[in-house]
């Protein structure tokens, strides 16, 4: 029995629905569009700190990793052991850094060993005329270096100085490249960890470690304390002027498709609502003869909450998948990267789309349950 009635009250929806198509898919229209701009935004809301994360990665390390009580300097092993703690999914670059004054020309330069790999990962805004060293014995040098003492691509030059035990170095180079980077870098001379180690007579002794991971805000700061604590004689800290400008421009951006996503609900209810209403006004007839025959208030209640709850679901199962394209054609034409598409967001859109669709229905359900059969039928 209640199957029968479940039935005929489908059947009954859809009647009306398809008698009044043409009204219904004005509705319809503007629930899916509604609909599919909700779904897109708020799948690139949730993607923006990924996007975004990676496009800032191109300004450079957004943490370091430093000695941390009383330890002076860090070794390879606690340098593995601290990076092990970024996800590998998240970590575009991790350069270990060893630095000692050395001389070229009798003037006094900062030399700096590295991996030269993973420096060019975690800093891809250097500018290097030339090429990065690829062989024993070459060096990056800075703007400011080579303007000094002369030196261009190709240049040979010694470096002077005193090892780690205290004894007098001269070492062949070959300039690579110049690095502009229009910062600290340009007064420095970059060379392999191999070559700086064999020049300086050790080994494993590390000053800092520039890290860039595509995490951020409260992620990275979490990353962060979890490396601090786990490993000892370990600090890592955010780079606060990279993190802090991250942090800001995301909530404003998350913040603007918030406020546009509240828009698109309020215009699909206004829409919905006018709709209903002239579906009610256009029915008032009917509805005045169905109460003089007996209808209650309830059964025309359901019908219009029944028809908006189809509407909604319909439009809302149309913006879930044009929703997708939307939002793959925003990350696609702003980030040049696909965005992952969220099963989670098809029930959720359409959800919202009949919750909103039937909120839109109560002031037109108010005004059919308002009218008087003995009016109406008396034509007036």
Request: glycine letters at 10%; charged letters at 20%; hydrophobic letters at 50%.
């Amino acid at each position: 029995m209640a199957g029968k009635r479940q039935r005929f009250f489908i059947k009954m929806v859809v009647s009306s629905i398809i008698r009044r198509r043409s009204r219904m898919l004005v509705a319809l229209l503007a629930i899916a569009i509604g609909a599919t701009i909700l779904s897109g935004l708020i799948t690139v809301y949730y993607d923006i700190p990924r996007q975004m994360g990676r496009e800032f990665r191109s300004y450079g390390a957004n943490m370091v990793i430093v000695p941390g009580g009383t330890e002076a300097v860090l070794t390879m092993e606690t340098v593995r052991e601290a990076v092990a703690y970024l996800p590998a999914g998240e970590l575009i670059g991790a350069a270990p850094y060893s630095y000692r004054m050395v001389k070229i020309n009798e003037q006094p330069f900062m030399a700096a060993g590295t991996d030269l790999g993973e420096a060019r990962k975690a800093s891809p805004y250097w500018f290097v005329s030339g090429r990065w060293p690829d062989r024993e014995g070459e060096a990056l040098i800075g703007q400011q270096v080579s303007e000094m003492i002369r030196l261009n691509q190709g240049s040979p030059f010694t470096i002077t100085g005193t090892d780690s035990r205290g004894q007098g170095i001269s070492r062949e180079f070959t300039v690579s490249g110049i690095v502009q980077t229009g910062g600290a870098e340009e007064a420095f001379i970059f060379m392999s960890l191999p070559d700086f180690e064999g020049m300086m007579a050790e080994q494993g002794r590390i000053d800092v470690v520039e890290c860039s991971v595509s995490s951020a805000g409260g992620d990275l700061q979490a990353l962060a304390d979890r490396i601090s604590a786990g490993v000892p004689g370990v600090e890592a800290r955010l780079v606060k002027r990279v993190t802090q400008s991250e942090g800001a421009v995301l909530t404003k951006l998350q913040g603007l498709v918030y406020l546009v996503t509240v828009i698109v609900l309020l215009l699909i209810m206004i829409c919905v609502a006018t709709t209903m209403m002239a579906v009610v006004a256009e029915r008032r007839q009917e509805i005045g003869l169905r109460k003089a025959l007996g209808a209650a208030n309830s059964a025309l209640v359901l019908e219009f909450l029944g028809e908006g709850a189809f509407l909604g679901a319909v439009g809302g199962l149309l913006g879930s998948i044009f929703g997708f394209i939307f939002a793959q054609a925003v990350a696609l034409n702003v980030f040049n990267r696909p965005i992952s598409f969220i099963p989670q967001m098809a029930p959720f859109t359409i959800i919202v789309s009949v919750f909103i669709t039937g909120l839109a229905c109560l002031i037109p359900v108010r005004s059919a349950t308002e009218v008087d059969p003995a009016i109406v039928l008396r034509g007036e």
